[in-house]
């Protein structure tokens, strides 16, 4: 039906930069939110950041500054801009999308797979 996948991640030093990509495809009517999740090791996953179909973003506080998040309706894809790398942004970061498959009556959350982001030097 409707997969998510991520791609992007890798390792990277203190104060680097990296692109995350996040492609949705499958029975698609429409997409909604779009955002990212990471999880480093010992914790809970968390939002980093999402952006909303009408182009409103929020982020959480530890990224606020370094990252950005922007979407391609067209192309369906997400991406997170990570700037000003420190590692305890190390994680495994995960996209998200809310989305209207084109034979449901509902939104469904999906998640993808997930790329390990190690920043390290």
């Known amino acids: 039906q409707v997969q998510l996948v991520e791609s992007g991640g890798g390792l990277v030093q203190p104060g680097g930069s990296l692109r995350l990509s996040c492609a949705a495809s499958?029975?698609?009517?429409?997409?909604?939110?779009m955002g990212w999740y990471r999880q480093a090791p010992g914790k809970q996953r968390e939002l980093v950041a999402n952006i909303y179909n009408g182009g409103n973003t929020n982020f959480a506080d530890p990224v606020k500054g370094r990252f950005s998040i922007s979407r391609d309706s067209a192309k369906n894809m997400v991406y997170l801009q990570m700037n000003s790398l420190k590692p305890e942004d190390t994680a495994i970061y995960y996209c998200n999308a809310e989305i209207l498959p084109t034979t449901s009556n509902y939104r469904i959350n999906y998640w993808g797979k997930g790329t390990l982001v190690t920043v390290s030097s």
């Open positions: 499958g029975s698609i009517r429409s997409i909604y939110d």
